[in-house]
T-cell receptor, first 117, second 114 residues
Framework: GAVVSQHPSRVICKSGTSVKIECRSL??????MFWYRQFPKQSLMLMAT?????????EQGVEKDKFLINHASLTLSTLTVTSAHPEDSSFYIC?????????????FGPGTRLTVL | KQEVTQIPAALSVPEGENLVLNCSFT??????LQWFRQDPGKGLTSLLL?????REQTSGRLNASLDKSSGRSTLYIAASQPGDSATYLCAVKGGGTSYGKLTFGQGTILTVHP
């Protein structure tokens, strides 16, 4: 149980285009999903927290208009990188948390490698 | 703001050695601490999760301890194998102003050579 999937696993796009990444909880309902970014040889940095049916909360320094997050259902959250540029190339990982207390475990997806040319 | 530090940044050992990875955090108001493994280009595999009320957790050759008051955790790997080679990440789930958020350390890159 507690499986989280991401699609696509890899994407290459041209500078200026937009890319959508999906995060799905396959066998549980996720009231909260988290989006992380990992640059090469660095750790994961939280970008934003999304709660089903409400606006995402972005971490300081993350542009909300550039990284659009939609959490329209209890099993799906999407991250859209708008007008992508080479500096947005990174490994994007989502995690999902079942309903309940904040300290409940999050379950991580396998990540999406974004390369912007 | 919670900060998580992992020492050493990299470690190379011969197969069969017992080893210890260290993790420290600045804000002791945490809900839990979790150790992950990440293989190159891959996502995270959860290894052990220690709730703030616990002192340690064990799974197979892995043992993780938590000293919340001093802001420290260690991951002990017994009888290391080449398949253990990966990056090990420590993450704390915060309370207080970091409510519910996971803060990660920079990781320890482990290489176990035959």
């Amino acid at each position: 149980g507690a499986v989280v999937s991401q699609h696509p696993s890899r994407v290459i796009c041209k500078s200026g285009t937009s890319v959508k990444i999906e995060c799905r909880s396959l066998d549980f309902q996720a009231t909260t999903m988290f989006w992380y970014r990992q640059f090469p040889k660095q750790s994961l940095m939280l970008m934003a927290t999304s709660n089903e049916g409400s606006k995402a909360t972005y971490e300081q320094g993350v542009e909300k208009d550039k990284f659009l997050i939609n959490h329209a259902s209890l099993t799906l959250s999407t991250l859209t990188v708008t007008s992508a540029h080479p500096e947005d190339s990174s490994f994007y990982i989502c995690s999902a948390k079942p309903p309940g207390l904040a300290y409940n475990e999050q379950f991580f997806g396998p990540g999406t490698r974004l390369t912007v040319l | 703001k919670q900060e998580v530090t992992q020492i050493p940044a990299a470690l190379s050992v011969p197969e069969g050695e017992n080893l210890v990875l260290n993790c420290s955090f600045t804000d002791s108001a945490i809900y839990n601490l979790q150790w992950f493994r990440q293989d190159p280009g891959k996502g995270l595999t959860s290894l052990l999760l220690i709730q703030s009320s616990q002192r340690e957790q064990t799974s197979g050759r892995l043992n993780a301890s938590l000293d919340k008051s001093s802001g420290r955790s260690t991951l002990y790997i017994a009888a290391s194998q080449p398949g253990d080679s990966a990056t090990y990440l420590c993450a704390v789930k915060g309370g207080g102003t970091s409510y519910g958020k996971l803060t990660f350390g920079q990781g320890t890159i482990l290489t176990v050579h035959p």
